[in-house]
């Protein structure tokens, strides 16, 4: 926000670094009446997302991604008075190797979802996005066709120094864009570091993007991403690799048999599709569609939201207890030193934790 | 340890609650020249350990699992000394769902380690176990044959509040165990909360059991572990249930191969056998073996002990930092009312969590 005195609207006058400023000449002569342009308050912006309007939206939005502290202020009394309006959408977390297709099925997938009458905020989580380079992930230019529905929001991952604050102003734009009414939020992440957990922690459902394997060389998957899956969704099913795609798609099904039900009771589901040709897209959604029936009629929707506010609570506090800790740069040598006595034998792994933290808590006296 | 006043050595006389004390005589007359139970020294009990004393092997893993202030300082005395004669042992670690044979199977697996000329320790990780009922791992009732052996040492898990306080001392026995000789450590578990997590991070190798399913209802295995197998080994492969245990070992492979590879590089294996018949325990024991050979060539071996080592320091750190946070009464109280602000919109989950965090560092200052 640029500070006022270097504005146009100071009467007649403008104010330019190194410039030559013009002579004074009477104020009243040069005067344009127009209107200043006034900072937005928490209700200002809180009122146009209730109406919709993108343009807050998206300022709202950069403000909960913005470091600067008076954003941040700014940022979470919208989100207070934004939470009573929240909670009223699908959320549904999106994630598959690289090569999956993931990004031409999400505009396959995206359309379809407006084409039913919704509106949909398309958002990421990549911890690794640097705001200079722009995160690959929620890139428009790669979403062609959803890009240029006017009810669609896609915003790239946020860049927040660590997945923990990713996640939380993902989260955070969650509830923005509901109160928006965004009635379907997808959250795609890629596979980096613990981004599908955090991202599995903030949806109701999970699909996974698989692809068919060619020959031995199975495509695999990251590990532990299987049992999170509500759905896995084999893509490129089209042309010659039908055979393949079917193939894999029963050997997922024959997988998922041996594990036992996720704690939705739900039994995750192994579908085909093509999203370039634009196969099978209805029959991805109707069983996404049969999974919401299922978890609102037996209670685990609920449930499992409120599991996941708590679990931020925790997760919140956890990481800060941590961060608190590991970021003390006496503490970090400390622990250099008690690492090398540890994997030389010359002190028990427990002891050595011990030491440390007694120093730490007597430190926080101070 | 019972105090020496209630001990029978106290020249001639008996303490017990609650009867009558023999009339005073003199005690020269009644001085049996018994020879004194000396208080063992740190030394004493390393210096037995290193001779394989089995005896002094076991009460120093009963000074390991005590309570009691003065026990832990001299265990962890002791375990100081043991350090430099540790890690030269196949650490195994057994899981397998309740009614897979496993005892039965630790049993037999254990008699084949030992006809190869070895010393077998069995431990076990039973977060739920209470003193009083004892544990039903580690139950040496339940593993006949190798309770009877002298090159065996059985003990059930150490109670210890909480899963951190049982893994700690499982560790700890693993020391004991092998500064004593033991060059084989089971460690058993069964599926309850993380204790799979927990004995993953302290062995070399991670063992299955499995059952064959009955038609359509597999014995289905708690999320996470499958991923986590080293190899998987499908029990009561005998009679007429060869054809299905068969089978099952074919539908694991298969989903094995759905799968990344795990950070070793090694291929899990699936195997079938009967612990109960002794069938094919030669080349389930040559699996692992070489995966032994495989992983101490890649260099894997060490790296992995390494990585488990710095693992328990940060892990006693985080669990210790939480602890000292969750167990404040007054904390404790602010997030009940936390999580009802949370659970009802009516305050973020971040916002929540930093006016607990502050109030707690602000606290810590005092």
Redesign the interface.
């Known amino acids: 926000m640029e500070h006022p005195e270097n504005s146009e609207e100071y009467a007649g006058l403008t104010v330019n670094k190194g410039v030559q400023q013009p002579p004074m000449t009477n104020p009243y002569l040069n005067f344009k009446a127009r209107p200043r342009r006034r900072t937005l308050t928490a209700a200002d912006y809180v009122e146009g997302i209730r109406k919709g309007d993108v343009t807050l939206l998206s300022q709202a939005v950069t403000l909960v991604e913005s470091q600067r502290s008076e954003h941040q202020a700014l940022a979470?009394e919208v989100?207070?008075k934004c939470?009573?309006y929240?909670?009223n959408s699908k959320r549904i977390g999106i994630t598959g190797v690289p090569g999956a297709g993931k990004s031409t099925s999400i505009d396959v997938f995206g359309l379809h979802v407006l084409k039913q009458g919704g509106k949909l905020a398309v958002l990421a989580i990549d911890p690794s996005s640097e705001r200079s380079n722009g995160s690959i992930l929620g890139d428009k230019t790669r979403m062609e066709k959803l890009s240029t529905q006017p009810n669609a929001f896609i915003r790239p991952s946020p860049s927040a120094g660590s997945l923990g604050g990713v996640a939380?102003k993902t989260r955070?734009t969650i509830?923005l864009c509901e109160a928006a009414g965004y009635d379907n939020i997808f959250v795609e992440t890629v596979g980096v570091g613990q981004s599908e957990t955090a991202v599995h922690s903030m949806v109701d459902f999970f699909l996974l993007i698989q692809l068919a394997g060619t020959g031995d060389e199975?495509q695999?998957?990251?590990?532990?991403i299987?049992?999170m899956a509500d759905g896995i969704v084999i893509n490129k099913c089209d042309g010659d690799n039908v055979e393949r795609a079917k193939l894999a798609a029963a050997?997922?099904r024959?997988?998922l048999?041996?594990?036992?039900?996720?704690p939705s009771g739900w039994t995750p589901k192994v579908l085909t599709y093509s999203g370039y040709y634009e196969l099978g897209i209805d029959e991805v959604w109707n069983m996404i569609d049969q999974y919401f029936a299922f978890v609102r009629k037996s209670g685990y929707f609920d449930e499992r939201r409120?599991e996941q506010?708590?679990y931020?609570?925790?997760e919140?506090?956890?990481e800060?207890?941590?961060r608190?800790?590991y970021t003390d740069p006496v503490i970090e040598e400390m622990?250099q030193a008690?690492?090398q006595m540890?994997?030389s034998?010359?002190?028990?792994?427990?002891?050595?934790?011990?030491e440390?933290?007694d120093y730490y808590?007597q430190k926080?006296?101070?």
Chains 1, 2 share one sequence.
């Open positions: 979470q989100i207070e939470l009573p929240t909670g939380r955070e509830v199975l695999g998957i990251k590990r532990g299987m049992e050997q997922f024959s997988a048999h041996l594990f036992p039900l996720p409120r506010e708590k931020w609570m925790y919140t506090i956890n800060q207890l941590k608190n800790f622990l008690k690492k540890v994997l034998a010359r002190q028990s792994s427990f002891v050595a934790a011990s440390v933290l808590f926080l006296k101070k």
